[in-house]
């Protein structure tokens, strides 16, 4: 948490006369102690993320944009910081919470009991699902349970990675990004992608060759990830989500990138 915590700089001037009185020895000592509070600009924030997951965070014209930009922007405009993002692979954003290279993660990022040894997280801020994608024609995926056995594409170390290794006789093909296994998809390398449903519908979108079953294979809570030993910035974070929340304002950020 490199520059969250405010510095207070001190600048201790002390003047120290000491004239001597007299002859006999005696001694005045007169201290002049001026204190100045110097509050630094408080700098910067640093979002960890996987700029690969649209509608939260992609690139758009060579920027990162999405709902979780701006919910990040929030957070830094509210606690008067500069937004620094940090694009990175999803499996690493942990690891930059914990080492303090980034101050928090958002990556439509789910909150789970693994997660939870290593960082805390915010309230949630979204309830999502596991969506499965298969190719247009194909009817023998219906839902979750004809995955017994199938080859699955999954993006490293999510949630759709965690849960697919659940499923009986099933292989899990692992890429880097959810956009490789759509690939993949298409071309007939796996039976199915499991991916959280905005970006599967975004990935969906446009694209003949695939669809999104209705049927989710699991919910789950996204949240924001925040070291262990940084309770301060934790409670900033959630009092800021509740009034996003409360102000109208998160529904404002969501509807500009999710078209019900
Ligand atoms: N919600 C999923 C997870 O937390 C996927 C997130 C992502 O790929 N950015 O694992």
């Keep these: 948490m490199k520059k969250f915590t405010k510095l207070l700089a001190c600048v201790l ?3 120290v006369m000491v004239t ?4 006999g020895g ?9 204190t100045t509070e110097n509050t630094e600009t408080a700098g910067e924030i640093v979002m960890a993320t996987n700029a690969e997951f649209p509608p939260y965070e992609f690139r758009e014209g060579g920027e990162i944009v999405g709902i979780d930009v701006e919910i990040a922007q929030a957070i830094a405009e509210k606690l008067g910081y500069t937004l620094k993002i940090e694009d990175m692979a999803f499996d690493s ?15 439509g990022m789910t909150v789970t009991e693994d997660r939870l040894v290593n960082v805390n997280f915010s309230d949630s801020y979204v ?20 995955l017994t056995g199938k080859k699955i594409g999954v993006q490293l170390g999510t949630t ?12 899990v093909e692992r890429y880097s990004k959810g956009f490789e296994a759509v690939q993949a998809l298409e071309q007939g390398k796996i039976d199915a992608v499991i991916i959280d449903v905005e970006p599967a519908k975004e990935f969906a979108k446009d694209n003949a060759n695939i669809k999104v079953l ?27 989500l509740k009034e996003l929340k409360e102000s109208g304002k998160f529904d404002e950020i969501k509807a500009k990138y999710i078209s019900e």
């Design 214 to 240: 209705d049927t989710p294979f699991t919910e789950e809570e996204y949240a924001i990830a925040i070291a262990k030993d940084n309770e301060e910035l934790l409670n900033s974070v959630n009092e800021v």
């Design 13 to 15: 001037t002390a003047a």
């Design 160 to 171: 759709g990675d965690i849960y697919s290794s659940d499923i009986e006789g099933a292989t």
């Design 26 to 34: 005696n001694t005045e000592t007169t201290e002049n102690t001026e």
């Design 93 to 107: 954003i942990i690891p930059a919470i914990q080492s303090g290279k980034a101050d928090m993660g958002l990556a």
């Design 20 to 23: 001597a009185v007299g002859c």
């Design 127 to 146: 309830t999502a699902y596991q969506a499965i994608i298969v190719k247009a024609d194909n009817t023998d995926i219906t839902g979750p349970d004809s």
